[in-house]
């Protein structure tokens, strides 16, 4: 068979393991031709390509990032993007595409799938919100990576008597902040599946100073908002894309914070570092698992589909079934993080 790959919208650690994985069920074990698309539906759209054999992916299986690149062009965005992207795969002579990517990526998926492309899609994303699969690869990454930064901030919080509120990635869900939270020991977690009381929040952090402790880590996702009526909150904006940009909730949880409780208080803005650098030992067999069900998947026929941890087995999803809604975190995986701040 030949059987096109890509890794589309924002890189994770896991992606090149799973390419890597893709490589090598396909062509040692079933004989395939694997081609790769660079950056994203970019690549597909503008037939832009390399052959992947075992020497192309040989030593990156802990390299983070892609090595094909990534990019948030999608092929629903341009007019005859989905004409185009079938007239390139039927020039290539491909009968399976694997897109590697998060909600966006699988939603153009879907909709390729749809339109009769033969796709079976892997989920990525280190916000761990694609619904239909427990985890996601790239996830325990950046909460080893965010509860790191939160350990080292603590000394120096505690050094300065501050108040630090950590933004952490999260969009639209608060996975990353609650995990990295409640391994480093928070005292707080904001989250956007709860906007939060401005009054509540500045409490809970007085409330420690009351008792004598001599400073405060509060994590924040970054897409999180106040409660209406709470605080005066800027918007950020548009980004060049017309999608919404980042507020800084956490500049403006400083400044709030600070006038609130007459104590210092200082952003970190913890960012892309979450997304970059080589993935935990975890990540990289979840991704690898993946890669070795996605080739399955193509070779019996299962198109339409998305690899999924279930429980400690890898299943098949309807692509359709995955994009439907967002997984959210539960109120109660709240309680319970909150009961240990
Ligand atoms: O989707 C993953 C993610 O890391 C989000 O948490 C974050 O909001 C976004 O990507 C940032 O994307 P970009 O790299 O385009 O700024």
Redesign the pocket.
Known sequence: MRIGVLTS??DCPGLNAVIRSVVHRAVVDHRDEVIGFHDGWKGLLECDYRKLDLDAVSGILARGGTILGSS?VRPEQLRDGVERAKGHVADLGLEAIIPIG?EGTLKAARLLSDSGLPIVGVPK???NDISSTDVTFGFDTAVMVATEALDRLKTTAESHQRVLIVEV???HTGWIALHSGMAAGAHAIVVPERPFDIGELAQRVGERFEAGKKFAIVVVS??AKPRAGSMEFASGGKDIYGHER?AGVANQLAVELEERLGKEARPVILG?VQ?GGTPTAYDRVLATRFGWHAVEAVHNGDFGMMTALRGTDIQLVPLAEAVDHLKTVPAERYTEAECVL
């Open positions: 919208g924002g948030r998060g994303t280190i916000d990635m999260g969009r970054e897409g980042f892309h997304r």
